[in-house]
Nanobody, 124 residues
């Protein structure tokens, strides 16, 4: 079991940046693969980024490649999502998630634990 608390969302203008954080409880954070998902009103929850337990492997949705960076600090049991060049289409509630084990990193069904979500609004 792991508890996740995500934070760092807010209002930003197009072209701006935000960094989301997700703090995890537990002593075995490095065992979990971590992901970020987002959900806009009226849409399905969609994959944004994922990172392996060691941080050696990172995956991104095509829509955010080159703009977003996922990272983790296992000593702090924290995963981050650096978001640059934000666009209005990035507006959503962002959720961090942890997976005991997964094969399809893009599927929310593969993740066992979820944060409460943090709102990101990109608007001028």
């Amino acid at each position: 079991q792991v508890q996740l608390v995500d934070s760092g969302g807010g209002l930003v203008q197009p072209g701006g940046s935000l960094r989301l954080s997700c703090a995890a409880s537990g002593r075995t954070f490095s065992m979990y693969a971590m992901g970020w998902f987002r959900q806009a009103p009226g849409t399905e929850r969609e994959f944004v980024a994922a990172i392996s337990g060691s941080g050696s492997t990172r995956k991104y949705a095509d829509s955010v490649k080159g703009r977003f960076t996922i990272s983790r600090d296992n000593a702090k049991s924290t995963v981050y999502l650096q978001m640059n060049s934000l666009q209005p289409t990035d507006t959503a509630v962002y959720y961090c998630a942890a997976a005991d084990d997964y094969s399809d990193y893009e599927s929310p069904d593969e993740y066992n634990y979820w944060g409460q979500g943090t709102q990101v609004t990109v608007s001028s």
